[in-house]
Nanobody
Framework: VQLQASGGGLVQAGGSLRLSCAAS????????MGWYRQAPGKQRELVAT???????NYADSVKGRFTISRDNAKNTVYLQMNSLKPEDTNVYYC?????????WGKGTQVTVSS
């Protein structure tokens, strides 16, 4: 399974960005997909996850501001980020857990200026 993330960038506080993550390869191996983020020197943390049936889970810090969605036909998961704050500045990673393995995409940088 390969995960290709895109959509990061620089935005002012209060602005919006949308991240995309396209899965390819042995996609039958994956069900849930999600986004994590990691700041330098800190542990990677959950942002949001979504199952193949659309059940979602969010970190408390992003509830009400971020929305995760997926297009199963395109094997793509999205993260719509609104009302961005400087503390949302991180490298964001797409994730797809499977039995015995955790697939990760390359990170995409999100920078929110104050």
């Amino acid at each position: 399974v390969q995960l290709q993330a895109s959509g990061g960038g620089l935005v002012q506080a209060g602005g919006s960005l949308r991240l995309s993550c396209a899965a390819s390869g042995s996609i039958f191996r994956i069900n849930a997909m999600g986004w994590y983020r990691q700041a330098p020197g800190k542990q990677r943390e959950l942002v949001a996850t979504i199952t193949s049936t659309g059940s979602t889970n969010y970190a408390d810090s992003v509830k009400g501001r971020f929305t995760i969605s997926r297009d199963n036909a395109k094997n793509t998961v999205y993260l719509q980020m609104n009302s961005l704050k400087p503390e949302d500045t991180n490298v964001y990673y797409c994730n797809a857990p499977s039995i015995g393995v955790n697939y990760w995409g390359k990170g995409t940088q999100v920078t929110v200026s104050s």
